[in-house]
Each structure stands twice: as C-alpha cells, then as structure tokens.
C-alpha cells in the first residue's frame, strides 16, 4: 500500500478481516497508530492484526496495564495510551523501546504520543459510518522502513 485509502466496513467482521489483511503485509518493527473515538473498533482492528500475525489467545485491551505482549510468528505488542497525558509518561514506560525492539506494535489512542511516533508509522483512523455497525477506516502508511 503506497497511499492513503478509506475503506468502509459494514460488520466488526468485516473490520477484523480488513486488519487481517493490513497485518499479512506488516514487515517486523512496523508500527500501526490507532485512532478514533471509544467504541470506534480499535481493539476490533487491534485483534485483527493480532489473527494474522498467529496469536491465538484471547486480545484485549491494554488499558490499566498499557501493553500486553502476546506471541505469533513475531511478539506482537498491543499498547493502549488512554490513561496516559503526555508523551513523556509514554517515554517513560519505555514506549520507544517497544516500538524500536523486535515484533510489531499496536498502538490504541496513539494522538496521546504522536510526537514520539517513528516516521514507518502506519495510521488507522477509525470512524462511524452511516449505520450503527458501519465503520470508515482510513490508512495511511507512512514511510517505508
């Protein structure tokens, strides 16, 4: 994927499967910036990912935790920043090292550290649709590694 696109996704299935798809071409050490409002479907889009990449227990959010690491065919690590205020406590609970280190990382609330996010960064913004189920999700992907 070389530019910007908007997809509309009409089931939570639909859009765990479009991260399904994201996650088949995600190269180690890439980074995926989620965006949008609660209840948007970031952990939805969050276990997609996490399906594709070969993790097989259960995905949650990280919200008290901040990152749960789980195992596939790469460690994958699943970040929620909404308890955080500023990109220093991001900093300080060693954000940059995770986004830095071997795996992928997903990163739920990420405007929270956007000035500490790398360039390679790929973003998914998340928004409601027409419908009650209905979701647009845009993706942009960011500079390549």
Request: proline share 5%; charged share 30%.
């Amino acid at each position: 994927m070389n530019r910007a696109k908007t997809i509309r996704t009409s089931s939570t299935d639909e859009t765990r499967a479009l991260a399904e798809e994201l996650g088949g071409t995600l190269s180690d050490r890439a980074v995926v910036a989620l965006y949008g409002d609660l209840g948007a479907g970031k952990t939805c889009f969050v276990q997609g990912l996490a399906e594709a990449l070969g993790v097989r227990e259960p995905v949650t959010s990280p919200t008290f935790s901040l990152v749960n690491e789980y195992r596939g065919v790469t460690p994958f690590f699943h970040v929620d920043l909404y308890r955080i205020a500023s990109p220093e406590e991001a900093i300080d609970f060693g954000l940059e090292e995770t986004m830095d280190g071997r795996g992928i990382t997903a990163i739920e609330w990420a405007e929270r550290a956007e000035e500490i996010l790398p360039r390679r960064t790929i973003r998914v913004k998340i928004s409601q649709g027409d419908t009650e189920d209905e979701r647009r999700v845009r993706i942009d992907p960011g500079s390549p590694l």
